[in-house]
């Protein structure tokens, strides 16, 4: 099972970035997927769920609607719109899916992770 994360790079405060998380080697359609970000010497945090039907979708408090997850099920894929980016977002963000959850709330074990992809901001 792979799952490989897209769409990170370098860009200025206020501006928006897509990130992309295709998985290969299974089909995670009865699956959650996710969203977490780590920085340098921090622990990794988590960012957004979603179900398997995208009806329960869960943020953590500093997204503030600045995030949106999506998912497609036919491309087994997970997305991530970041609007206002700040340079406190900079951060490795990791895609991540299977595993358990709660709903409403930021507990998330996933069963698998993507390599990352680096997100800069700058000011």
Known sequence: VQLQASGGGLVQAGGS??????ASGRTFSRD???WF??????????????SWS???IYYADFVKGR?????????NTVSLQI????????????CAAGGRYR??????????WGQGTLVTVSS
């Open 37 to 50: 970000r780590q920085v340098p010497g921090k622990e990794r945090e988590f960012v957004a769920r979603i």
């Open 83 to 94: 609007h206002s980016l700040k340079p406190e977002d900079t951060a490795i963000y990791y």
């Open 103 to 112: 709903s409403r709330s930021t507990y998330y074990t996933p069963d698998y």
């Open 54 to 56: 995208s009806h329960d």
């Open 32 to 34: 959650a997927m996710g």
């Open 17 to 22: 970035l897509r990130l992309s998380c295709a």
């Open 67 to 75: 995030f949106a997850i999506s998912r497609d099920n036919a491309k």
